[in-house]
């Protein structure tokens, strides 16, 4: 089962850009279907984006469409989350997740899971 560990995250103001990142390890992230997700405070987790483990199809919510960009690094075996045109509605910590699944936008869907890393986007 492959590990996940996401890094990257801090704390920016609206209008900044943070990438994001979630190491994998024990298996290649090119064997996956590679998603990120985000929990803020007393909501629940939702989908930002996915990739399909060929990399040829991607997804992203419309909240953070033409905002937010995943992509994916077989060499270093991660995948990455750029944010640019912060908001403060896109606070929230952020969560790394793999499925065997070809293309998967819902948490359930989803096996593995990184501890998060937390995005704090000031006004």
């Known amino acids: 089962q492959v590990q996940l560990v996401e890094s990257g995250g801090g704390l920016v103001q609206a209008g900044d850009s943070l990438r994001l990142s979630c190491a994998a390890s024990?298996?290649?992230?090119?064997?996956?279907?590679m998603g990120w997700f985000r929990q803020a405070p007393g909501k629940e987790r939702e989908f930002v984006a996915a990739?399909?483990?060929?990399?040829?199809?991607?997804s992203h919510a419309d909240s953070v469409k033409g905002r937010f960009t995943i992509s994916r690094d077989n060499a270093k075996n991660t995948v990455y989350l750029q944010m640019n045109s912060l908001k403060p509605e896109d606070t929230a910590v952020y969560y790394c997740?793999?499925?065997?699944?070809?293309?998967?936008?819902?948490?359930?869907?989803?096996?593995?899971w990184g501890q998060g890393t937390q995005v704090t986007v000031s006004s």
């Open positions: 997740a793999a499925t065997t699944k070809f293309i998967a936008t819902v948490r359930t869907d989803f096996g593995s």
């Open positions: 024990g298996r290649t992230v090119s064997t996956y279907t």
């Open positions: 990739m399909s483990y060929s990399g040829f199809s991607t």
